[in-house]
Nanobody
Framework: QVKLVESGGDLVQSGGSLRLSCAAS????????IGWFRRVPGKEREGVSC????????YYADSVKGRFTVSRDNAKNTVYLQMSSLKAEDTAVYYC???????????????????WGRGTQVTVSS
């Protein structure tokens, strides 16, 4: 069964760090791009980051650039999102997703992806 499962969300103080995981099962994650998105109730979903397969090119939203780092561990079939210097405005449900393609491309942030995980809640207290 194909699955993407996010984990690692928590309540953290402003300035703190968290590492989110996106674990894949039923397919080899290394063959596909993985995007990270977040959603706050009442607001549009926001593209956070994307990592391509193969060459591992990475992309970030301006709002997280320099604070978040996306990486993959192919041996564990998992993609990570390391989040540092967290701010209250980072509070959201975070999702990972794929469109079953290899490369993120310039429109990665639009979220036109076919398969999504269920999300993990990140809450940053100010």
């Amino acid at each position: 069964q194909v699955k993407l499962v996010e984990s690692g969300g928590d309540l953290v103080q402003s300035g703190g760090s968290l590492r989110l995981s996106c674990a894949a099962s039923g397919f080899t994650l290394d063959d596909y791009l993985i995007g990270w998105f977040r959603r706050v109730p009442g607001k549009e979903r926001e593209g956070v980051s994307c990592i391509s397969s193969r060459n591992g090119s990475t992309y970030y939203a301006d709002s997280v650039k320099g604070r978040f780092t996306v990486s993959r561990d192919n041996a564990k079939n998992t993609v990570y999102l390391q989040m540092s210097s967290l701010k209250a405005e980072d509070t959201a449900v975070y999702y990972c997703a794929t469109d079953w393609g290899p490369s993120c491309g310039s429109n990665w942030y639009r979220g036109e992806y076919d398969y999504w995980g269920r999300g993990t809640q990140v809450t940053v207290s100010s």
